[in-house]
């Protein structure tokens, strides 16, 4: 009866030993696909915006002129769906931040702005959720 079970283990695993490889292979052969999409967008900067910039008469509160910049428009950037335009003003004054489809004339105005002081005006073109890069110009009251 030993060598019965001795030659019947054996036997078990001789084929345990040829059968696990294939099994593996049956697992691990199958093939499988996909699809991957890449994109890449260039967004340039928008290029040199058209308007004026006033600087304020008096500070905050006080009669207009408050400062600002009207805007007439600006070079539209190729691939962009929106545009954020940013009115930096000196310290301790708030900032006016706008979206837009497309370069367009408006008015940034800020709620509170100080007499005298450095402004920055920039513009960065949108595509998605992509931005691209920055033109920006300074004003000095």
Same mark, same amino acid.
């Given at each position: /009866? ?19 490889? @294939? ?13 991957l999409r890449v994109s890449t967008l260039t967004l340039?900067? @928008? ?10 008469? *008096?500070? *905050? ?8 910049? @009207?805007? +007439? ?10 545009? &954020? ?6 310290? *301790? ?7 837009? +489809? ?5 008015? /940034?105005?800020?709620?509170? +702005? ?16 992509? &931005? ?10």
């Amino acid at each position: /009866m030993r060598f019965t079970r001795r030659v019947l283990a054996a036997v078990v695993l001789v084929l345990v030993a040829y059968g696990a490889p @294939s099994a593996a292979w049956a697992a691990f052969g199958a093939k499988a696909s996909g699809s991957l999409r890449v994109s890449t967008l260039t967004l340039k900067a @928008s290029a040199d915006a058209y308007g004026t910039f006033t600087c304020p008469s *008096n500070a *905050n509160n006080a009669p207009l002129p408050r400062g600002g910049v @009207s805007l +007439t428009g600006w070079e539209p950037v190729a691939g962009a769906d929106s545009y &954020t335009l940013v009115l930096d003003p000196p310290p *301790n004054a708030s900032n006016v931040v706008r979206t837009v +489809t497309s370069p367009s004339r408006l008015t /940034m105005t800020p709620t509170t +702005t100080p007499k005298s002081g450095t402004w920055k005006l920039s513009i960065v073109a949108n595509a998605g959720t992509w &931005t691209g890069a920055e033109w920006s110009q300074t004003f000095t009251c």
